[in-house]
């Protein structure tokens, strides 16, 4: 289980890491939605009460980096 520090809303995460990335805000935000299920596996999104999820960025870089 991440440290609550590391963990951020995914449209934050996505403001932040776009450019890193060299993509746009969407596209991630696109790429988590799709691949969710293996993300929650991976201990790289985490599901909130209501809709809401939260992104740990080390462990989504580290698959990321993966795939």
Same mark, same amino acid.
């Given at each position: 289980m991440p440290n609550l520090e590391n963990l951020k809303p995914i449209q934050i995460? #996505? $403001?932040?890491?776009a450019q @890193? &990335?060299?993509v746009k805000?969407?596209?991630?935000?696109m790429m988590i939605d799709r691949?969710? $299920?293996e993300l929650i596996q991976a201990n790289a999104v985490f599901?909130?009460?209501g809709k #809401? @999820? &939260?992104i740990d *960025?080390? *462990?989504f870089m *580290?698959?990321?980096?993966q795939h």
């Amino acid at each position: 289980m991440p440290n609550l520090e590391n963990l951020k809303p995914i449209q934050i995460f #996505a $403001d932040e890491y776009a450019q @890193r &990335l060299g993509v746009k805000p969407r596209s991630i935000r696109m790429m988590i939605d799709r691949n969710q $299920d293996e993300l929650i596996q991976a201990n790289a999104v985490f599901k909130t009460k209501g809709k #809401a @999820r &939260l992104i740990d *960025a080390q *462990a989504f870089m *580290a698959w990321y980096i993966q795939h």
